[in-house]
């Protein structure tokens, strides 16, 4: 069976610092798929990043930077020099990728707080 | 403009009623779902279609009915509406499902309280 796990609940920073967001999935399938989506206060999902398990490179986007271990079923995110922008829900997902009814289970979400 | 659009955005209605939210993607996607968000944020899968036909169709009461009337829209029904409806429910789109795992783009949300 599949399984994300966001171990970290909450977290509060203060603005300017840096935070990782962590996620460890298990699954069985060789191939399949990581994603992170954002919810900000205002509700919707804002999708962020996707990644296949043949691609462990790290991937870096402005602020934000992802680095993702297979070793250690791990694909961690991280924002530099946090903006209170970033308080937001912040959700890991994974999906296997060879059949139709692969769906997209969800980590149940970590809520980032960026103190001023 | 919008790419996955849902309305309405807020739905309050009373225990026992039916009722409809609606679906639509411009972005010429084949997939389409609907998700549960319950209040500790909780994110489930409920239905997912392609092309209008049913994929996924997860443990959910059968009070609950998707309708696909084309591959841009995907209503939900609900009937006989319960206090444990209340949730937000999240429609989005992916140009395919399953295989490939296509990003999957969400709408905006509806926010059903069931009073």
């Known amino acids: 069976a599949q399984k994300v796990t966001q171990a970290q609940t909450e977290i509060s920073v203060v603005e300017k610092e840096d935070v990782t967001l962590d996620c460890v999935y298990e699954?069985?399938?060789?191939?399949?798929?990581l994603f992170w989506y954002k919810q900000p206060p205002s509700g919707e999902l804002v999708f962020l990043i996707r990644r296949n398990s043949f691609d462990e490179q790290n991937e870096i986007s402005g602020r934000y930077s992802w680095n993702f271990q297979k070793s250690t079923s791990s694909f961690n995110f991280t924002i530099t020099a946090s903006q209170v922008v970033d308080s937001a829900v912040y959700f890991c997902a994974l999906s296997g990728g060879v059949n139709r009814d692969d769906k997209i289970i969800f980590g149940k979400g970590t809520r980032l707080h960026i103190l001023p | 403009d919008t790419a996955v659009s849902q309305t309405p955005k807020y739905l309050v209605t009373q225990m026992g009623n039916d009722k409809s939210i609606k679906c639509e993607q411009n972005?010429?996607?084949?997939?389409m779902y609907w998700y549960k968000q319950d209040s500790k944020k909780f994110l489930k899968i409920m239905f997912s279609y392609n092309n209008k036909e049913l994929i996924i169709n997860e443990t959910v009461p059968n009070r609950f009915s998707p309708k696909s009337p084309d591959k841009a829209h995907l209503n939900l029904h609900i009937n006989s509406l319960e206090l444990g409806d209340s949730a937000v429910y999240f429609c989005?789109?992916?140009?395919?499902?399953?295989?490939?795992?296509?990003?999957?783009?969400f709408g905006p949300g509806t926010r059903l309280t069931v009073l």
């Open positions: 989005a789109s992916s140009q395919e499902g399953g295989v490939l795992a296509d990003t999957q783009y």
């Open positions: 699954t069985r399938d060789t191939t399949y798929y």
């Open positions: 972005l010429g996607h084949d997939t």
